[in-house]
């Protein structure tokens, strides 16, 4: 089975705080993916990456920053948290034909 | 703009009948598609999928029906349980970019009532 995890359910930060979100993936997938959540917008991807030390733009990655450093690991980084950043982040990773996602980070920043 | 469309935000349904979850799609290259299940608090969770070779595939309680002629693709559950409520996203893209190139709708709110 395909395991993506997230490093926490549930985050409450700060206005202007630096946050991390961590995920790992333990299937060796080549592509990963950070979204976000929220209601009547859907999932919007924020940024994804294809490989190593790679990374792509998403939909809207204005305010967001990652890193992959290793393989299964791909972090999401908000270098100075914001209220309209207050969400459900999801991390993915993919097969070529199929997308499979954590358990979700539900961020509040206040 | 958006490619992959699901107009209805939320559709409620009693136990036991049918539910009919709808998408449509813009994008012509599109042939392969997928639908997801997200309950609160959980990561969406893949539930069934389409590629543009068929028009119909099924999967216990779920069929996914596409008509490629109208860019429109629908889920139906039967019979609906409570279980089944949650938001479905509707997905989409070429068969070979799947993995990178997933464009999802919006989203609709299934609401199964006992």
């Known amino acids: 089975d395909v395991k993506v995890t997230q490093s926490s359910r549930y985050l409450v930060k700060r206005t202007g705080e630096k946050v991390f979100l961590e995920c790992v993936q333990d299937?060796?997938?080549?592509?990963m993916f950070w979204y976000r959540q929220d209601p009547g917008l859907g999932l919007r991807l924020i940024y994804f990456?294809?490989?190593?030390?790679?990374?792509e733009k998403g939909d809207i990655p204005e305010g967001y920053s990652v890193s992959r450093e290793k393989k299964e690991r791909f972090s999401l980084i908000l270098e100075s948290a914001s209220t309209n950043q207050t969400s459900m982040y999801l991390c993915?990773?993919?097969?070529?034909?199929?997308?499979?996602f954590g358990p979700g980070t539900r961020l509040t920043v206040t | 703009d958006q490619q992959v469309k699901q107009n209805s935000p939320s559709l409620s349904v009693q136990e036991g009948r049918i539910s009919i979850l709808n998408c449509d799609y813009t994008?012509?290259?599109?042939?392969?598609f997928l639908w997801y299940k997200k309950y609160p608090a959980e990561g969406p969770t893949f539930l069934i999928s389409i590629s543009s070779i068929k028009d119909k595939n099924e999967d216990g309680r779920f069929t996914v029906f596409l008509n490629k002629s109208a860019k429109h693709l629908s889920l139906h559950i039967v019979p609906s349980q409570p279980g089944d409520s949650a938001v479905y996203f509707c997905a989409a893209s070429p068969l070979n970019q799947a993995g990178t190139a997933l464009i999802f709708g919006k989203g609709t709110t299934l609401s199964v009532s006992s």
């Open positions: 993915a990773s993919s097969t070529r034909d199929r997308v499979y």
């Open positions: 299937m060796d997938h080549e592509n």
């Open positions: 990456s294809y490989d190593v030390k790679m990374k």
């Open positions: 994008n012509s290259m599109f042939d392969y």
